[in-house]
């Protein structure tokens, strides 16, 4: 306890139970009172736990930022299509129906703050629940994730593609769970196309098979179900391998190559003509012929040219007179 000696202004001098001396600010002391020495400590405390508060309040608010602003993205696609928004602690906060069907499958599950795990296997189960994927049927679903760090976007695809195979063998669907990574820009323009991400994408695959994607009218095809889409664009990458194979036996053919009625290699006691000598002959052959397949007229040969002897002198009786020969032509 310390005891009030002298008030002085607004301080009052008050003297510690060490006999000490200290001024205080005067809280209407009077002299003699008895005031309680902790009061100085529980200011503090005040003082601290206004710090305190004061924290909290700015950790709060920035939590609850980062709470409720998107960091990634996964769409899911079958028939219903739907993307949902989460933040940077991996929860939906927000679940956005593409479609009629999906706002359908809203109406009936809650997945706002679930996981990305949990808010798979309630939509998926809803989904075959309202009859979109029977048990011994096929299905088919794509996926696609996005978000501001890479590595979380590929461990999303991986969770929410294994999820749906999970479930769908659980209920005996034959399912086919397409998927893939995408970046900002395919993003923005699923969104300039009101659709997910994931049929976008599926549309533009199969523009690019047709071998004429520019004759292709995207917004139609991304109205169709994604099982559809992937028929269509399996059937054209088939008809365009079954094209080629069919060419390519046509190119052999026509050459002789691995045919079946191809004459093979005869063997023969003569040795081969040399490359230059069978070139000769090809061309000389080739001379020979006209433009219209008539062999064309060869060429007279020169007339053996006869000599006459001529002497000098042209009469003599020499024995061996000198000689010259004269040829004509």
């Known amino acids: 306890m310390k005891t009030v000696i002298e008030i002085i202004g607004k301080k009052a001098v008050v003297m510690n139970e060490n006999g000490t001396f200290e001024r205080v600010k005067n809280n209407n002391y009077i002299p003699g009172q008895r005031i309680n020495s902790s009061a100085k400590r529980n200011r503090k405390l005040r003082y601290a736990i206004a710090a305190a508060s004061a924290a909290l309040v700015l950790l709060l ?11 990634s993205q996964v769409s899911i696609d079958v028939n219903p299509s739907l993307v949902l928004h989460l933040n940077y602690f991996n929860k939906v906060i927000k679940a956005e129906a593409m479609n009629a069907d999906a706002q359908k499958i809203l109406d009936n599950v809650n997945i706002l703050n679930d996981d990305i795990q949990a808010a798979t296997e309630k939509f ?5 629940k309202e009859g979109y994927v029977t048990p011994g049927s096929d299905a088919a679903f794509v996926v696609t994730t996005n978000s501001q760090d890479q590595n979380r976007a590929q461990e999303m695809l991986r969770v929410t593609q294994k999820q749906i195979e999970q479930k769908m063998t ?14 900002q820009e395919l993003a923005a323009r699923a969104r300039e196309y009101g659709v997910s991400p994931g049929k976008l994408m599926l549309a533009e695959r199969y523009a690019l098979s047709t071998g004429a994607p520019d004759n292709v009218d995207i917004y139609s095809w991304t109205r169709k179900s994604v099982k559809e889409i992937v ?21 052999k053919a026509n050459s002789g190559g691995n045919s079946p009625n191809a004459p093979g290699p005869t063997l023969s006691d003569e040795p081969a003509a040399p490359a230059s ?17 008539k062999q064309s007229v060869m060429p007279k040969k020169s007339p053996t040219p006869s000599c006459t002897p001529v002497c000098s002198p042209a009469n003599t009786s020499q024995r061996n007179p000198a000689c010259t020969s004269t040829c004509n032509p």
């Open 124 to 128: 998926v189960a809803e989904v075959a």
């Open 170 to 183: 659980q209920l005996h669907v034959r399912a086919n769970v397409d998927g893939d990574c995408i970046g």
């Open 277 to 293: 000598t069978a070139a000769s002959q090809n061309t000389y052959q080739h001379q020979n012929q006209s433009s219209t397949g």
């Open 231 to 251: 028929a269509a664009t399996n059937e054209n990458r088939f008809s365009n391998t079954h094209n080629s194979v069919n060419g390519q036996n046509g190119l």
């Open 61 to 71: 608010a920035g939590g609850g930022y980062a709470y409720c602003t998107p960091y």
